[in-house]
């Protein structure tokens, strides 16, 4: 299990905060708690030296006798695999923060999108299994590739199916259809699948089969083309 501290001087933010990694905590299902979440650097530093703690998420301009550089300094020289995200309204502190081997540097206001980003980052990281991401939108909602079932065009929506939830979005094929992955083949006018959460092929009916009982149309004009790519990645489960 990870476990997080959080210190920032204003409360409603730090209330607002510790509420938004919880439910990233469970929306990805991480093993993760909240160990403390303070605005006293004191009380920080003695939970870290009692406490064995992954995280530390920290603003560095605390209205206090030190600053979250201050605090970082510490920490590193007692641990050097502590991860730390620093978030603050000053800019110009950026690069003092780089040097305590910082994980990301979060200007405020955060945006929940954002932080969350920066959260499946670290997971990936720790976890050791980087993975790849898709942007649907201009709010940088992000999604696991290779959760991505297929792309279906809805009028002058697309929707993102995932095995878990569809995501939607106001674009159209011609936009994404360059930026994402080699794995993302047309199949249909109206649809993208990724060929590698394909289960099977009916060629007859025309229909390709995702686990989750989901389905989608292959039209004659892509047919070839998506066989050869199925067949080339042989990756039937």
Do not use: W
């Not at 300094?73 to 690069?95: P, Q, W």
């Not at 999108?113 to 920066?118: P, R």
């Not at 939830?165 to 080699?182: A, C, G, H, V």
């Not at 039209?219 to 080339?232: A, D, M, R, T």
């Amino acid at each position: 299990m990870l476990n997080f501290a959080i210190c920032d001087d204003n409360i409603n933010f730090l209330d607002k905060f510790s509420k938004i990694l919880e439910n990233i905590f469970m929306k990805y299902n991480y093993d993760a708690q909240i160990g403390l979440k303070t605005s006293n650097p004191d009380e920080l530093l003695d939970y870290v030296d009692e406490n064995k703690t992954n995280v530390l998420i920290l603003d560095i301009n605390l209205k206090s006798n030190k600053s979250g550089l201050e605090i970082a300094s510490e920490v590193r020289e007692k641990d050097k695999n502590i991860y730390f995200i620093f978030t603050t309204a000053h800019l110009e502190y950026a690069m003092m923060a780089y040097k305590f081997k910082t994980f990301d540097y979060l200007a405020k206001p955060i945006t929940s999108d954002k932080f969350e980003e920066t959260i499946v980052r670290l997971f990936d990281d720790v976890n050791g299994t980087p993975k790849r991401y898709l942007k649907i939108d201009n709010k940088k909602t992000i999604i696991d590739e290779n959760e991505v079932l297929y792309i279906k065009r809805d009028g002058m929506k697309l929707v993102f199916h995932t095995k878990n939830r569809d995501y939607e979005t106001y674009s159209s094929f011609n936009k994404i259809q360059s930026s994402l992955p080699d794995n993302f083949v047309r199949s249909h006018k109206s649809f993208i699948v990724n060929v590698n959460n394909i289960e099977n092929l009916n060629c007859v009916d025309n229909t390709i089969f995702f686990d989750s009982n989901s389905i989608c149309d292959i039209g004659p004009k892509f047919k070839k083309e998506l066989i050869e790519e199925v067949k080339n990645r042989g990756n039937f489960k």
